[in-house]
C-alpha cells in the first residue's frame, strides 16, 4: 500500500500563491501517476492535475496557466505550485496516488483564498 501526506495549504489572498507537497510512502516504487483533486464543500471531488512517471501532465481547464504539478521521484514527492490564486480555488486539496488501477488518497489540506 502506499500512504500520502499532504502539506502546505493554507490561508491566501486573491491572487496570492502556495505551494503543496504530497509526500509518498510505502509500495512507491508501483506508483504510476499522481495528481492532485480538489473538493468544495457540497461539491464532487474534481481533478486539477495529474502527473505520470515521465512526467507526463495534465490539468483543467480552470487551472491552466495558473498552477504546475511537479514530481521528485528521488523524494517520492509530488508538488503544486498555484499561482494567481482565486476564491474559487476555495477548497480542500487531495493527493492521488495509483497503483496496480486501485487509488490512494491523503488527508487533504485546505485552501482558501479569500476575495
Known amino acids: 500500500q502506499v500512504q500520502l501526506v499532504e502539506s502546505g495549504g493554507g490561508l491566501v489572498q486573491a491572487g496570492g500563491s502556495l505551494r503543496l507537497s504530497c509526500v509518498a510512502s510505502?509500495?512507491?516504487?508501483?506508483?504510476?501517476?499522481m495528481g492532485w483533486y480538489r473538493q468544495a464543500p457540497g461539491k464532487q471531488r474534481d481533478l486539477v492535475a495529474v502527473i505520470s512517471r515521465g512526467e507526463n501532465t495534465n490539468y483543467a481547464d480552470s487551472v491552466k496557466g495558473r498552477f504546475t504539478i511537479s514530481r521528485d521521484n528521488a523524494k517520492n514527492t509530488v508538488y503544486l505550485q498555484m499561482n494567481s490564486l482565486r476564491p474559487e480555488d476555495t477548497a480542500v486539496y487531495f493527493c492521488n496516488a495509483v497503483l496496480w488501477f486501485q487509488n490512494y488518497w491523503g488527508q487533504g489540506t485546505q485552501v482558501a483564498v479569500s476575495a
Open positions: 510505502g509500495s512507491v516504487a508501483s506508483i504510476s501517476v
